[in-house]
């Protein structure tokens, strides 16, 4: 530990809880690195021979070549509207550089966190174009010369970075297999040319934490690490502590502290904005440590905004066992850029609902949505199938939910907080 870790140590249950609450997003992060980074690289094998090992391969790029659905459980509120590239970069041996095709007309994005969960830093549609281009990614030491082909050049603040991709994707075969094509174009590399791949022990299963506290041993261990590499955000004053037993009553609260508070930033109707960063959390830690529990990699607010709806208009809390409608008017859509989508999450683990139709989203890209006779645009939510010319969206049968409504490249009705949001009523 470096002598700035332990220059205020803390040892009261309540300390002990506020070091959490800021060091959570570190674990959470360091946790989704070792669940989705690869154990194979496609030249240089297997980052070890034992499978139980936690070596893994960073600065690669791996590729969901689907759209995420029930099954998938490494990422909470995951989307279902766009196929990901991902990647993990560790700058303590150089920059990388990340190239990346020709979009045609597409939406995508590299949307890039460091480690505190900040979105600092975008390449794509909205902030750098849909041409073929290749950016420098650099940690905060580096003063090296920047070559004359690199489009876009981005300081990291600390070495571990998270670089997630989103390419939209159509239902279509055809366009599944284009879209394929143009993520293995996504590919990172050193100044030199040559691999930028590293392995690295993850010291995780990428299970340990995912609905439960772990160890102290083992928080202590990772937050400590990251720590190493990954300086406290300008402005705040790092707190932690050397109290064990103080770990050990402060993290299970905490956690389930998180999964259950209140969500902040009411826009009227029973929605509530979880997440609303633009570049940096600033000094806003708890609702960093929130958003790290459960919607972790989420973008900025320019890139993507996700109004959440946990209650219906008489504020009660959706439930599998009652039916909804939600209304948008004819001319009162969301109003984005890009596109828009409303997602069903069970309330118990964030995780997408399975149903017989396997529609886990409805949005103004899905085939088939059905006006009304005065041009508005209704979306039933039930468990049951409310029969021919609806516009269904599964919720599970017998248990609570939360529906998300994504907004790519929200306008700034959205941004600033003027947009009048439906209620979802019981029918």
């Known amino acids: 530990m470096t002598s700035s870790v332990l220059s205020m140590p803390v040892t009261d249950d309540t300390a002990a809880r506020a070091a959490v609450i800021q060091t959570l997003p570190l674990f959470e992060m360091m946790r989704m690195r070792a669940a ?7 030249t240089l094998g297997f980052a070890s021979v034992d499978r139980d090992s936690r070596l893994r391969w960073v600065n690669q790029f791996t590729h969901t070549h689907r759209r995420l659905g029930p099954d998938d459980s490494e990422v909470v509120s995951p989307n279902n509207d766009t196929v990901f590239s991902n990647a993990w970069l560790d700058l303590s041996q150089g920059p990388v550089l990340i190239d990346t095709p020709d979009m045609g007309d597409r939406y995508w994005t590299l949307g890039l966190l460091d480690a505190w969960t900040n979105p600092f830093a975008y ?15 650099h940690g905060p030491q580096w003063r090296g010369e920047v070559p004359a082909d690199v489009s876009n050049v981005i300081a990291a603040p600390g070495l571990d970075i998270w670089v997630i991709g989103r390419v939209l994707v159509n239902d279509s075969a055809a366009d599944l297999e284009q879209v394929r094509g143009l993520q293995t174009q996504i590919t990172a590399r050193r100044l030199d040319g040559s691999d930028a791949a590293l ?101 900025g607010m320019e890139e993507a905004m996700y109004p959440t709806a946990e209650v ?116």
Request: glycine fraction near 8%; charge should be positive; include cysteine.
């Open 199 to 299: 392995r690295v022990d993850t010291r995780l299963n990428g299970r340990s934490g995912a609905t439960t506290a772990p160890s102290v041993a083992l928080y202590r261990a990772i937050v400590e690490e990251a720590l190493e590499r990954n300086p406290v955000p300008d402005g705040e004053r790092l707190r932690w502590t050397d109290s064990d037993a103080d770990l050990m009553a402060a993290l299970p609260r905490v956690f389930e502290e998180l999964r259950e508070k209140d969500q902040p930033h009411a826009l009227g109707g029973g929605w509530a904005l979880p997440v609303a960063v633009r570049s940096h959390w600033g000094d806003d830690v708890l609702t960093r440590a929130r958003v790290a529990r459960n919607f972790i990699g989420a973008l």
């Open 123 to 137: 390449v794509g549609r909205r902030t750098t174009g849909n041409r073929r281009q290749r950016t420098l990614v």
């Open 36 to 42: 989705t980074t690869a154990r194979r690289h496609p």
């Open 312 to 427: 219906d208009a008489e504020g009660q809390a959706l439930h599998g066992s009652n039916t909804y409608e939600l209304r948008f008017a004819a001319d009162g859509g969301p109003r984005v850029d890009a596109f828009w989508s409303l997602t069903v999450y069970r309330r118990s683990d964030c995780l997408l609902v399975a149903n017989p139709i396997h529609r886990y989203s409805i949005g103004d890209r899905t085939p088939g949505l059905q006006r009304e006779a005065d041009g508005s645009l209704v979306i039933r939510l039930q468990a049951d199938d409310p029969g021919p010319g609806r516009n269904w969206l599964p919720t599970p049968p017998r248990e609570r939910f939360y529906v998300v409504l994504r907004l790519y490249q929200p306008r700034s009705e959205h941004l600033d907080y003027r947009y009048a949001y439906p209620a979802l009523r019981r029918t």
